[in-house]
């Protein structure tokens, strides 16, 4: 091997390195835990309680209805 084509071997190594290192430093999404506040309910049947959160009264009942029919 020449050695002009070593040199631009090594110019090229020298360049890539730099492109590796930055792509491992990237984010993505939140990397701080977000707490927030949640206003749970309850539907108590024969043999379940079902947590469902505020608004999401149809959902949970429907869960309730399969739960108990299993």
């Known amino acids: 091997m020449s050695h002009r084509l070593r040199y631009i ?3 090229l190594c020298l360049l890539a390195t ?5 792509a491992q430093g990237e984010y993505f999404g ?5 707490y927030r ?3 749970w ?3 108590s ?7 469902y959160y505020q608004g999401e009264e149809e959902a949970a009942y429907d869960a309730a209805r399969m739960a108990e029919r299993s």
């Open 45 to 51: 049947t024969p043999h379940f309680e079902i947590y």
């Open 9 to 11: 071997l090594a110019i």
């Open 41 to 43: 309910e309850i539907i």
């Open 30 to 34: 939140r990397n701080k835990v977000q």
């Open 18 to 22: 730099p492109a590796a290192v930055f």
């Open 37 to 39: 506040d949640f206003q």
